[in-house]
């Protein structure tokens, strides 16, 4: 079992509970307080006590009223790899922070209690308590965006005295303009739009509990053009080219990850958490959630069918491993980006590739080889075509290059 520690005077109480299936189930458990009720004997009267100071007046008992409330939220029993450990950790501290909204919502009902607001705070070190606490996938981008608002305070002569500190009030759409502009002139296209995002949704969660009382992004906001595809991309060839290249103290393992993203579009995010589970080996198809729409769309599961190839490069699960194996145990982001960066300088491909830019180059070369926009969408999951059609465009862009690559016609002769 999980230790989870409540103190004397939590209410509700977090607990747990073992499930038939092996899983463990937190549960809140609210003490609501303690009802009396004469004790009685066996013709219904009520039982006197008979001596002492108490002699001729009832008897009590005290019965102590609770309730419970499911949450929803499992933990693994025995965790044994490093990401159910890993989510086992993320689950828990979710339960805790409901734990504690529940507990203000109870005093704010029973007693018109509730925390008291100090809204002189430091939004740079409130953002940075949001990160701490933050449970889902893109915690990077978010520590992006504050370090980018960070940088911004420091790279802007008229901001600099709020470097170290800022209060949510000396924060203006002046300011937020300024920094959508400088985020602009630091990223590329979605980017930008990207990292403000994450800001604006801290912006939020603080309007929402109290925290601040205006919202500066209000009316400021940074518009691209969805449909252009921004990012580099490899050829079928310079992937030819990059599988070919070795160099000394690569990881294999972020060699394969990378390689199977080329050839099935795969995230990041998406291809970290693969496990054996995910392969059906006798119909050679690949099924997963997409982690970035898993809970917010009903189109986040993926099928992708496998060739022997692929098949090889996956492999099977070794004797010390199970079918809940990570097939790839990768290290942290940065790091793998770093690594592919090296192995393409090292293959001498002049481009800057991302991880991204696998899915990427993945779209963009099936429609090249003459798949439909319908099947594309399919394979990267997008549940409709909206997101896909910017890769037609690139497409068109390449052709155009090809036809422009061809020596140019003289027709005077003709």
């Not at 006590?49 to 007046?57: I, L, R």
């Not at 998406?270 to 009903?298: C, I, M, P, R």
Request: positive net charge; glycine residues 4%; charged residues 30%.
């Amino acid at each position: 079992m999980a230790k989870i520690e409540n103190k004397t005077k939590d209410n509700p109480r977090l607990e747990q509970r073992v499930m038939a299936d092996g899983r463990i189930s937190l549960y809140l458990e609210y003490y609501l307080g303690r009802q009396s009720d004469p004790v009685l004997d066996e013709t219904g009267e009520p039982v006197l006590y008979e001596s002492g100071k108490m002699a001729g007046t009832p008897k009590y008992k005290v019965k102590h009223i609770r309730s419970k409330e499911s949450l929803n939220l499992f933990l693994v029993a025995n965790p044994k790899t490093p990401f159910d450990r890993n989510q086992n950790r993320e689950t828990l501290q979710l339960a805790k922070k409901i734990r504690f909204e529940k507990e203000q919502e109870l005093l704010e009902k029973r007693e018109g209690f509730r925390l008291k607001k100090d809204r002189q705070i430091d939004f740079l070190q409130y953002f940075q308590t949001y990160i701490d606490n933050y449970t889902k996938k893109d915690v990077r981008m978010l520590r992006i965006a504050l370090q980018r608002f960070k940088d911004f305070l420091n790279d802007t002569p008229e901001y600099t005295r709020f470097a170290k500190g800022i209060k949510p009030e000396q924060m203006d759409k002046d300011m937020m303009i300024a920094f959508t502009e400088y985020l602009q002139s630091r990223s590329i296209g979605e980017g930008a739009k990207s990292i403000y995002q994450r800001f604006k949704k801290v912006i939020k969660y603080a309007i929402d509990h109290d925290d601040m009382t205006k919202n500066p992004c209000n009316g400021v906001s940074i518009k691209i053009d969805d449909q252009i595809l921004r990012k580099d991309v490899l050829s079928l060839d310079e992937e030819r080219k990059l599988i070919s290249t070795h160099y000394n103290g690569e990881n294999p393992n972020i060699r394969r990850a990378f390689i199977l993203c080329l050839y099935c579009g795969l995230r990041f995010c998406d291809v970290k958490d693969l496990t054996f589970a995910n392969v059906d080996y006798s119909n050679k198809l690949l099924k997963f959630e997409q982690n970035k729409t898993k809970g917010h769309s009903a189109n986040s599961g993926v099928v992708i069918p496998l060739n022997d190839g692929l098949l090889s490069l996956i492999g099977e699960p070794t004797d010390e491993q199970s079918k809940d194996s990570l097939i790839f145990p990768l290290p942290s982001y940065e790091m793998c980006s770093k690594a592919v960066k090296r192995w393409v300088k090292r293959a001498g491909i002049e481009k800057h590739i991302s991880w991204h830019c696998a899915r990427h180059s993945f779209a963009v070369n099936i429609l090249n080889e003459g798949a439909n926009i319908k099947t594309v969408a399919s394979l990267l999951g997008h549940s409709g075509l909206k997101h896909t059609e910017k890769y037609t465009r690139a497409v068109d862009e390449l052709k155009q290059k090809a036809i422009n690559s061809l020596p140019e016609l003289d027709i005077t002769n003709l």
